[in-house]
């Protein structure tokens, strides 16, 4: 079946959810104006298996009569920006953050027009009955199209974000007010995609490349987001075999991506459970170094071969560190001059400092297991990679894999914008 306009309207002209009272909605002054009007409450609309939410100001006034938000040439204007972005309409929720159109009364020239919903007792009153459906939904992409949507959930504004994902833990505000079903959890792992809102193609045709290019990339994100990294060419080793193996790989590719594992931060006293290789992006290896695994001296010495043969690239991710466990487990200065650190590369591009995860969720769109996974939040913090270690090997080398890997994936992007944009030379 076609992709078309009014297909994606009719898919998404049903509530997705109907709360009880939320028709009858009174929890602030909107309301008088609604019932002075005639208007009706405008729900959030789309399918229950939907996993991106976009999320406008507030109704207009023709949606406000007809009950339906995104209705006239800003609806359009997203259905086509949709259809453009290949987004499935079974994906998408329509919502506003308030859900009666909000009205001012001109008293001068005698006549009702509409307005910002920017009184934040409108907004912070309306909140429950989208955080209800936001934490009771399969939705992990939030879509704000505009600033007042965005600051919802991030302290920004729409012409800085416009575009970017961005990662957050989101508990709502008025959690008691939820009445939320036994078992809901109170806070969800969002991802955050602004937008601009979809009206402005229309007033501001000088946008359309701008609007056209950030919709795009939507169900790029999306997508990927739920792919998981590709654990299968991941390799714990466990066998001189495996070492030798990885030996080989990185004498072919002369470059190696490494990240340690470690008993915690502090490079004078912690010290590594492990290492993690990659040398093409795609495959990962971990050798572990604690207890009765590979002796990390042994390790350490001969990585430390191939960090002082200039010969060898070397790529890590805030590499500072990784060479001060380098050089304490040596006991001397590691001689490295040919190496690359993807920290560095991303504040070139990106002018700011970004971790390793937030730059996979921005450049590749993968979201990227935590470390607390493994060790807990920062209140227990007496777990370490250790704990973790002997308890989960398999699961902390696949972790450490997919850090060396997906750092050496965005060196190599890295790269080539840096070469294209001139800012590094061949
Ligand atoms: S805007 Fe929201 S909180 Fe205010 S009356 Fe309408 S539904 Fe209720």
């Known amino acids: 079946m076609g992709f078309t306009p009014s297909t994606i309207k009719e898919k998404l002209a049903r509530p997705l959810i109907e709360l009880e009272g939320e028709l009858a909605c009174s929890r602030c002054p909107l309301y008088e104006q609604r019932i002075e009007r005639g208007e009706i409450v405008v729900l959030s609309e789309g399918s229950l298996d939907a996993d991106i939410m976009f999320i406008g100001e507030g109704p207009n006034a023709n949606e406000a009569k007809n009950g339906h938000p995104f209705l006239g040439a800003a609806g359009n204007n997203l259905d086509l920006l949709l259809a453009f972005a290949k987004v499935n309409r079974n994906r998408v929720i329509v919502a506003n953050m308030v859900q009666c159109a909000p009205w001012r009364y001109r008293d001068l020239i005698n006549k009702w027009e ?30 704000p199209l505009g600033t007042t949507a965005l600051k919802k959930f991030l302290p920004t504004t729409i012409g800085k974000a416009h575009g970017r994902v961005f990662e957050i833990e989101y508990t709502p505000n008025k959690i008691e007010d939820l009445n939320l079903p036994p078992g809901t959890p109170t806070s969800k792992k969002l991802l955050i995609m602004p937008q601009y809102h979809p009206a402005i193609t229309v007033n501001d045709p000088k946008k359309r490349e701008i609007i056209a290019r950030d919709y ?54 912690d010290w590594a459970v492990g290492i993690a290789f990659s040398t093409d992006g795609e495959t990962g290896w971990y050798i572990p170094t604690f207890d009765d695994w590979f002796d990390r001296h042994k390790v350490i010495e001969w990585m430390a071969g191939y960090l002082e043969d200039p010969e060898y690239e070397v790529i890590a991710h805030n590499a500072n560190f990784e060479f001060h466990i380098t050089n304490t487990e040596l006991g001397r200065t590691a001689n490295t001059t040919n190496y690359k650190d993807t920290m560095i590369e991303y504040y070139l591009l990106e002018s700011e400092w970004i971790g390793l995860k937030d730059v996979a969720l921005r450049v590749l769109h993968i979201r990227m297991t935590q470390i607390m996974e493994f060790i807990g939040k920062k209140k227990d913090q007496h777990r370490t990679m250790l704990d973790a270690s002997r308890e989960n090997l398999e699961g902390v080398g696949m972790y450490a894999c997919a850090d060396a890997a997906i750092t050496m994936k965005l060196h190599f992007i890295a790269e080539e914008r840096l070469h294209a944009g001139g800012v590094v030379d061949d």
Request: net charge negative.
């Open 114 to 143: 509409i307005g910002k919903p920017k009184k934040k007792e409108n907004i912070d009153e309306c909140s429950p009955w989208l955080d209800y459906k936001i934490m009771t939904s399969k939705v992990t992409l939030i879509v």
């Open 216 to 269: 795009a990339s939507i169900n790029d994100a999306a997508n990927r987001l739920v792919e998981p990294p590709p654990i299968e060419k991941y390799t714990i080793v466990k066998t001189q075999d495996d070492w030798d193996a990885l030996d080989r790989e990185i004498r072919a590719a002369k470059r190696f991506c490494f990240d340690y594992e470690t008993t915690g931060l502090d490079y004078q006293v």
